[in-house]
């Protein structure tokens, strides 16, 4: 398993700093996978469903919610579609993805995908107003 590199230039808050440290702590006594890719699959997928994460609008405002209790039940759920999924596409190429984007994550509504059949999941309805006319 690879390692986590940092959040992609992204800056995090000094509370969510404190919450990872401590997350961490408990965590590498438990399961000894903080700092693997599948550990932070879990940990970011966890954290776009929470008031304080910049995308909130998405996820927490349209009631999307992390149904998994802990990491140990994300991995029992999860990881061994994961080494399958990996072992196919390769590490990169294996993202977690909601089957229907409007419910939550959860094992019944969780796969793991390439980026491309990912985006072919994506909810982008646009509306635009032409002359008074509303096209979705």
């Known amino acids: 398993m690879k ?3 940092g959040n992609k230039g992204k800056k995090f808050t000094d509370e969510h700093k404190k919450k990872i440290s401590e997350a961490n702590k408990i965590s590498k006594i438990k399961h000894g996978m903080f700092g693997t890719r599948f550990y932070g699959i879990f940990y970011k997928a966890k954290w776009r469903c929470q008031k ?8 927490y405002n349209k009631g ?3 149904l998994w209790k802990s990491f140990t039940e994300f991995k029992d759920d999860m990881y061994k579609s994961y080494l399958e999924h990996i072992k196919e596409y390769g590490e990169k190429q294996t993202q977690i993805d ?3 984007s409007n419910k939550h994550y959860c094992k019944e509504n969780c796969r793991w995908a ?10 982008l309805t646009h509306t ?6 509303e096209c979705k």
């Open 52 to 59: 304080t994460h910049p995308a909130c609008k998405y996820y």
């Open 3 to 5: 390692k986590i590199h």
């Open 128 to 133: 635009y107003n032409l002359k008074n006319r």
């Open 98 to 100: 909601r089957i229907d």
């Open 64 to 66: 999307i919610m992390f």
């Open 114 to 123: 390439t980026l491309k059949e990912q985006n072919k999941n994506r909810n």
